[in-house]
Each structure stands twice: as structure tokens, then as C-alpha cells.
T-cell receptor, first 112, second 111 residues
Framework: DAGVIQSPRHEVTEMGQEVTLRCKPISGHNSLFWYRQTMMRGLELLIY????????DSGMPEDRFSAKMPNASFSTLKIQPSEPRDSAVYFC??????????FGPGTRLTVT | GESVGLHLPTLSVQEGDNSIINCAYSNSASDYFIWYKQESGKGPQFIID?????DKRQGQRVTVLLNKTVKHLSLQIAATQPGDSAVYFCAENIPPGDMRFGAGTRLTVKP
């Protein structure tokens, strides 16, 4: 298995632009998680899905952030409009019936 | 002004020595714990886990100890190698499925 796949790996955009991050979980996994990692706040859970349904989005910073999981093999995290303070590494992770989460390589987002 | 970020605890050990990384968790109801390793430029990677009904679990060169009385978790790495240099995170699962990560500890192995 290729593991969790994220794209793009790097994204540089100007503030005000829309950013879409993509994730393909490991086949057969039924949970998907979006995290943000910064030096200031460490690793933060933004939202997680179970069987494609959002379970807990309390970590989503504000309405500019939205996440979807239209099917078991794809999820997006969208930021619109983006701001410089959104600059971070965004990780997607997937999991099966155990608690273990398998992390993707991350997307490094820079908003100028 | 100067930016303030997380000041990760750091541990520096000599190659071949044993390492002990500590973690204090927050919730006495947490029922499952994981240690992750994150190398520079990569996502966290699972190392070892332990359920709350256990106090010790061993893997290959790693041992996790759980002390529920004081809500403390530790990761012991035997014969530390340069490839073990990374940031190590503990994570606790607060039922039914809220996984919380600690701030991390940076381990540096000196050759």
C-alpha cells in the first residue's frame, strides 16, 4: 500500500486566495483526520470523519475552513479566503477500527 | 517582535545509551495511548501503543510504561541510534475517540 497520499506537498499562495488540500486515505480505513502543525501550537486536530461522516469539527478554527469527504477514498480541506496565519503543515491521517492513525507526508502551506 | 513558539523539551543522549522520554497526560478517563516519532519533514509515525489496563508493553528496542496513578507515560529506547533522532509525541485517547497529542520531545543522538 502506498500509505496516505496528500497533495500538493507544498503550496504557496497569496492571502485572500482559496486553498484546497487533498488526501487519499489508506484503502479499507474508515476514519480520516485532518491536523495542523505549527511551531506555536504544535499538532492540532481540526476535524475527523468516520465512514465519510464528520464526527467532530470543533477544532476547525473558523468558517474559512471547511472539509469534505465525498467518498471513502478522498477528502479535501479548503481554506477560503486564506490568511498568513494559516501558514502551517497540514497532515491527513487515516485509521481502521484500532486507534492507530497513519499519517501522510503533509502539505506545507505558506500564505504570503 | 520576537515570536514565541512551543519550547519543546529536549533530550540529548550518546549513541548506544538508553533514552527515556516522559509524557504527562491530561485525562484519567483516557483508555489508550500511543507514542509517535516524527522525523524532520515527515508525518508522525506509530512506534508503540498501550491500553490503560496494562502498565508495560515492549517492542523492538522500545518499551512503554504507563502509571495511571500519576497519569504518566514513558518511552524507553534501548541502545539509542542516530536514526532515533526525532521529535517524539505521546497521544492519549479520551473515549469515545478524541485523540489528543502532547507537545513532543526532541531527541538528539550524539555519535
Amino acid at each position: 500500500d502506498a500509505g496516505v497520499i496528500q497533495s500538493p506537498r507544498h503550496e504557496v499562495t497569496e492571502m485572500g486566495q482559496e486553498v484546497t488540500l487533498r488526501c487519499k486515505p489508506i484503502s479499507g480505513h474508515n476514519s480520516l483526520f485532518w491536523y495542523r502543525q505549527t511551531m506555536m501550537r504544535g499538532l492540532e486536530l481540526l476535524i475527523y470523519f468516520n465512514n465519510n461522516v464528520p464526527i467532530d469539527d470543533s477544532g476547525m478554527p473558523e468558517d474559512r475552513f471547511s472539509a469534505k469527504m465525498p467518498n471513502a477514498s478522498f477528502s479535501t480541506l479548503k481554506i477560503q479566503p486564506s490568511e498568513p496565519r494559516d501558514s502551517a503543515v497540514y497532515f491527513c491521517a487515516s485509521g481502521d477500527s484500532s486507534y492507530e492513525q497513519y499519517f501522510g507526508p503533509g502539505t506545507r502551506l505558506t500564505v504570503t | 517582535g520576537e515570536s514565541v513558539g512551543l519550547h519543546l523539551p529536549t533530550l540529548s543522549v550518546q549513541e548506544g545509551d538508553n533514552s527515556i522520554i516522559n509524557c504527562a497526560y491530561s485525562n484519567s478517563a483516557s483508555d489508550y495511548f500511543i507514542w509517535y516519532k516524527q522525523e524532520s519533514g515527515k508525518g508522525p509515525q506509530f512506534i508503540i501503543d498501550i491500553r490503560s489496563n496494562m502498565d508495560k508493553r515492549q517492542g523492538q528496542r522500545v518499551t512503554v510504561l504507563l502509571n495511571k496513578t500519576v497519569k504518566h507515560l514513558s518511552l524507553q529506547i534501548a541502545a539509542t541510534q542516530p536514526g532515533d533522532s526525532a521529535v517524539y509525541f505521546c497521544a492519549e485517547n479520551i473515549p469515545p475517540g478524541d485523540m489528543r497529542f502532547g507537545a513532543g520531545t526532541r531527541l538528539t543522538v550524539k555519535p
